[in-house]
């Protein structure tokens, strides 16, 4: 019986790339106002080659930027990201289409929810309590709770230790094969894929199910009902 569900919080709960494309981009426009001599696209470019070196959660990166381009930070043109990047990250923060209503439907059903991520746990909780997400959901197991990103399985098995629960009473849904997907099943958890936040054109997500809208998770689940009330009255 499905008692939880473990969520992924970028890309699953809130659409994380649109947030942070629409923040660069932003941040680079009010750079080049302020007298940056670089094209926006290009600016754009070495911006994001620098996140697959550092990490795309790096607070530093505009400063990194203007060191490796420039040699110097111009605090004109640093300060005028930063506050570009906050104010457009702010207003393009939010849940994919029917979240809200799909984890209120999980609340109402009596099951414990969640969430699993690589993030900051500062930055996790600033996005949940943005969005005010923050009182659906405990236990939120971050980086600093283990000191290991998925696929690693202490993570996940931290979140079943929290909550008191065993493998086979929780499911999983995340965007990322590789460490949502592989790391669930290393302990032996049922696995969703949001494929509607898939960034990386998966093919095989080797999860045991797949959507395209968070609100499928509830049909999954009166399936995994349905399977289950058939399975006890074959044993009777």
């Known amino acids: ?15 994380f790339m649109r947030l942070k494309q629409s923040a660069v981009d932003a941040a680079v426009s009010s750079m080049i106002d302020s007298g940056l001599p670089m094209e926006h696209g290009l600016a754009q470019k070495k911006i994001y080659e620098l996140y697959d070196k550092v990490g795309i959660e790096n607070q530093e990166i505009f400063n990194l930027f203007l060191e490796k381009n420039f040699q110097t930070i111009e605090y004109k043109w640093l300060a005028s990201a930063v506050v570009a990047y906050r104010r457009a990250r702010d207003g ?18 009596h099951l414990r929810l969640a969430v699993i991520s690589d993030a900051p746990r500062l930055g996790a909780w600033l996005r949940l309590c943005h969005l005010e997400l923050q009182h659906m959901f405990d236990p939120v197991i971050t980086f600093e709770d283990t000191g290991h990103h998925k ?6 098995a931290k979140a079943l230790d929290i909550m008191g629960m065993g493998p086979d009473e929780v499911l999983m849904v995340g965007d990322w094969p590789e460490r949502d997907m592989v790391g669930a099943k290393g302990l032996g958890i049922k696995t969703v894929f949001a494929r509607y936040g898939d960034t990386k054109n998966t093919v095989a997500s080797g999860a045991d199910y797949e959507i395209d809208d968070i609100s ?16 006890d009255l074959f044993e009777e």
């Open 1 to 15: 019986m499905i008692r939880g569900i473990l969520f992924d919080l970028d890309n699953t709960l809130l659409d």
């Open 92 to 109: 393009a923060m939010v849940t994919y289409p029917h979240v809200r209503h799909t984890l209120t439907e999980l609340l109402r059903r």
């Open 151 to 156: 696929p690693s399985s202490l993570p996940f």
């Open 216 to 231: 499928e998770l509830l049909q999954i689940l009166d399936h995994l009902e349905t399977d289950l009330d058939q399975t």
